[in-house]
């Protein structure tokens, strides 16, 4: 006999046998994100809700779901894994994060918003790109579209590891289970309540992941007496934990830093942006989002290099539960509740997003383009909400497989992003010459290069496939557009009213 789920009677015992205190806060916390998504639902009457909240967010909600949603699970369980294994040396992939963010914040963001609303108020990233360009032949629409369902299959499932990953450490469940468990919970909320909800949770879980990033490493050093106390202990366990530059090759030096070219070409990050109220809001929004997101990845390579010092006689067999282990390690079950809450956060937080730009995909760039135009809005949010679930479940047949290293699969559809998209994004926003072929070209070229980059190993091919892949589509683009530029008079009017607009606001 089972219980849903596919938990067994046995199980639930087991589940029921933790401390109350952790089983009540974990419990608490959902129940506050179900609520914001039944809240969120009684605000979403249209696609256009379901999609961007209307553009009606304020500066602090979208800094907050910016910063939330591009860190993820990659922030609590990843990184801290890669810094506990390997030292102080991976701290390269924060620094390459920061400047990326940084720049997409500054140059990228404010006229995105004005471009996307502008071009025929444009929901999704495919509707921009076809909008920018009229593009009558629909190609460059189902192209990007069918890019963003490919990677953001892969990049849901490494949440769902993650979530697998803490419902097993946390409560002992089996892998296949937990990993339903925190598949369950995550599409619910995104099946009601769309992006309101995801961007309202969002911010919720952006504050929760600060704190207990905050916390963990100032208890094991006031623990062990002192930082000089945790350096020594670190040394002992791994001699070239301090170094920055411990094994690091030029290539692998490179890899690192150029994490940060991702964030121009991600769909979930990129939607933030077209969402706020006001370009000018965008201001005060990227000073509260970069400081946060300084904050938080200090803390996160503070925590791996705790757990290297804390964990010196009983190493872990899985380096990313170590953010895990050392908050049931460290702390009563009250705190250990309120902590796992913000792993599960980090994880939701980005899960949320990528379900509903896929979603939002396939509501509106495939069904209501190519298989009802005529679609009333009820279909439309009816179509999106389906196309959460299936979605969740193609990412969970990859999630399903035991070994799935979340930092390996976050690499992977971060690189896809970042280099199919984020040429184009950048060409179309400050390039009056650019054209429809070449943002076409731009996108495959990309894609093609990553997928067949990160099949290859040994020399140059060692290097992160973001790199060849940003390149490869950056030269596309420049070189079709220099052969053959946009002589449409409508696109560059379009292209030079918005720059209008840019000066003037």
Known sequence: ???????????????????????????????????????????????????????????????????????????????????????????????????????????????????????NNSLTLPDYFENRFNDNSRILRVISAVVILLFFTFYTASGLVGGAILFENSFGLQYSTALLAGAFIIVAYTFVGGFLAVAWTDAIQALLMLVALLIAPLVVINGAGGGSVVIDQMLAANSQSTSLFANMTFIGFISLIAWGLGYVGQPHILARFMAVESPLKLISARRIAMSWMIIVLIGSVSTGLAGIAYFVDQPLANPETVFIALSQSLFNPWVAGIITAAILSAIMSTIDSQLLVSSSVIGEDFYRVFVHPDASEKELLLVSRIAVIVIALLALTIASDRDSRVLDLVSYAWAGFGASFGPVIVFSLFWRRMTALSAVAGIVIGAATVVVWSNLSGGIFDLYEIVPGFLFASVAIAVISALKPERNDLTLKKYDDVQGLLVAS
Do not use: C
């Not at 933790?18 to 916390?29: I, S």
């Not at 969120?40 to 800094?63: E, F, M, P, Q």
């Not at 994060?97 to 720049?103: E, F, M, R, T």
């Open 1 to 119: 006999m089972n219980l849903s789920l596919g938990i067994s009677i046995s199980q639930a015992k087991q589940l029921m046998s933790f401390d109350a205190p952790l089983l009540v806060t974990f419990v608490a916390y959902l129940l506050l994100i179900l609520f914001l998504g039944v809240k969120a639902y009684r605000r979403t009457h249209n696609l256009g809700d379901y999609i961007l909240g209307g553009r009606k967010l304020g500066s602090v909600v979208t800094a907050l779901s910016v910063g939330a949603s591009d860190m993820s699970g990659w922030l609590l369980l990843g990184l801290p894994g890669a810094i506990y294994l390997s030292g102080i040396s991976e701290i390269w992939i924060g620094v390459g994060l920061v400047i990326g963010a940084y720049l997409n914040w500054l140059f990228v963001s404010r006229p995105l918003r004005v471009f996307s609303h502008e071009a």
